[in-house]
C-alpha cells in the first residue's frame, strides 16, 4: 500500500492507469483523504474502494485515473456527474477542466450531498462544482448541454436523459450491466446518434432512480 499521495499517483504512473500528465496532476493536486470519513483516512492511498456512508464507496484510485483519461474533459468545459458520492472524482474533473471549467453532481443520498460539498469547498473546488441532491438518471436539465457526463454507478444502459443532454461531439461514460458486474462504455453523441465503445469490465455500487434500477 502506497504511505503517500505521491507516491499512489507514481504507483498509478507505472502501472499504466495515469497515462497523461494532466491527469497526473490532478490526482497529484487532490488529496483523496479529504474525501474520506475518518475511519477510512488511514487506507486514503491505498488502490481500493473505500465505504463513505449511506451504503456508498469512493472508487479505487485505478478506476478514478481509468475515467478520467476516458472522460478528458475540456478546459473550461461543462460537466455532469451522476453519483456524487465523496465528491472526489468531481474535484479531480474541475481540477482537469481548469477555473473556467463547471461540474454538476447530482446525489441521491442527501447526507452524502451535503459532505460531498463540504469536502469540495474544503479542497477549494466550491466555485467550480455544484452538489445537487436528486435523482441522477434524469441527468440535470438546468445545466445542460454538457460536454462530458459522467455516471459512477451502475446503469442498465446509457439513461436517456443523460444521452439528450449531451452536447454534440460530446460523449459520457458510463458502467452499464447488472448490479454485480458491468463494462464501461463511452458513449459519444454524432450527429444526434449514440455510439458506444467499450472499455474493460468494472464493478460499481447500483445506480437507483427512474431511468436506473429499482429498489
Known sequence: MARSLSGLVKELVSEGYVRSKRVEEAMLKIDRALFLPEDAKPYAYADTPLGIGSGQTISAPHMVAIMAELLDPPKGGKCLEVGAGSGYNAAIIAEMMGPEGKVVSVERHAALAAMAERSIAAAGYGERVK?????????????????????????????????????????????????????LYKFEKRKGNIVPTAHGGCVFVPLLGEHGFRE
Open 131 to 183: 452538489v445537487v441532491a436528486g435523482d441522477g438518471s434524469l441527468g440535470y436539465p438546468g445545466g445542460a448541454p454538457y460536454d462530458r457526463a459522467i455516471v459512477t454507478c451502475a446503469s442498465p444502459a446509457l439513461p436517456e436523459p443523460i444521452g439528450e443532454q449531451l452536447k454534440e461531439g460530446g460523449w459520457a461514460l458510463v458502467p452499464v450491466g447488472g448490479r454485480m458486474w458491468q463494462t
